[in-house]
C-alpha cells in the first residue's frame, strides 16, 4: 500500500515563525501536492510539484512556498505564519496528475 | 466557482438504508473520482469512472456519470455505521497536461447505529 507520511499530526506555532511541513510518500509517485482543508471551503491546492525541482502555484500559493529536493519528500514552508493560516494541511502523491491521490492524515495547524 | 460540487451537503439515514450522494460538474472531464475522509484523517480514493463508463462497481460502492448531464452519483448499498465520513467527488480541472483534481466541498454521511 502506498504511504504518504507527514511528520506532525498537530502544531502550534507563533505569528512571524518561519513553519516546515513535511511529507514523505513511498511509492515512487512523480506526483506530489499540498492542500488546505477549512470547515466551508473544502479542499484547495496550494502547490504541486510534477518532478524533483519542479513546482507549480495552485490556487492559493500566497504566504508559502515548497521545496522538492528528492522524488520522495515534499516540503511546505510557510515563510511567517499567520493566524489566517491556520488549518489543515494534507499532503498528496499520485503517479499522474489525474491519477488518483493518496493522502497522508493531515497537519492540524494552529497558528497562536 | 467550484468544478465539482457536492449535493447533499449533509445526510442522515438509519444502518442498513443505502446512501446516495451526488455531483455536477461544469466542464468535460476524461474521469471522476470519489474519496472518503473520516473525521480528523486524510481523503481515501473510493472508486474512478472514466467519460465512456457509465456505471462501476467495488463493493457495497455503485457509481454512475451521465457525461450528458454532467452528474455522477455514489450509491452506498446497506450502509454501516462505519459509512459515517465525509464524501468528495474530484474531476480534473482540464484536459491540459498539467490539470490538477478539483475536490467539492464534500457531503457528510451519518449513519445512525
Known amino acids: 500500500d502506498v504511504k504518504v507520511t507527514q511528520s506532525s499530526r498537530y502544531l502550534v506555532k507563533r505569528t512571524g515563525e518561519k513553519v516546515f511541513l513535511e511529507c514523505v510518500q513511498d511509492m515512487d509517485h512523480e506526483n506530489m501536492f499540498w492542500y488546505r482543508q477549512d470547515p466551508g471551503l473544502g479542499l484547495r491546492l496550494i502547490y504541486f510539484?510534477?518532478?524533483?525541482?519542479?513546482?507549480e502555484k495552485g490556487d492559493i500559493p500566497e504566504g508559502y512556498s515548497v521545496s522538492r529536493e528528492k522524488k520522495e519528500r515534499f516540503s511546505l514552508i510557510l515563510e511567517s505564519a499567520s493566524t489566517n493560516q491556520t488549518s489543515m494541511y494534507l499532503c498528496a502523491s499520485s503517479p499522474g496528475v489525474w491519477q488518483p491521490q493518496h493522502f497522508g492524515d493531515g497537519t492540524r495547524l494552529s497558528i497562536l | 466557482s467550484q468544478q465539482g460540487e457536492e449535493d447533499p451537503q449533509a445526510l442522515s439515514i438509519q444502518e442498513g438504508e443505502n446512501a446516495t450522494m451526488n455531483c455536477s460538474y461544469k466542464?468535460?472531464?476524461?474521469?471522476l473520482q470519489w474519496y472518503r475522509q473520516n473525521s480528523g484523517r486524510g481523503l481515501v480514493h473510493l472508486i474512478l469512472i472514466r467519460s465512456n463508463e457509465r456505471e462501476k462497481h467495488s463493493g457495497r460502492l455503485r457509481v454512475t456519470l451521465d457525461t450528458s448531464k454532467k452528474s455522477s452519483s455514489l450509491l452506498i448499498t446497506a450502509s454501516r455505521a462505519a459509512d459515517t465520513a465525509s464524501y468528495f467527488c474530484a474531476t480534473p480541472r482540464n484536459t491540459g497536461a498539467n490539470s490538477k483534481l478539483t475536490f467539492g466541498k464534500g457531503i457528510t454521511l451519518s449513519v445512525r447505529p
Open positions: 510539484s510534477y518532478d524533483v525541482k519542479m513546482k
Open positions: 466542464t468535460s472531464i476524461n474521469n
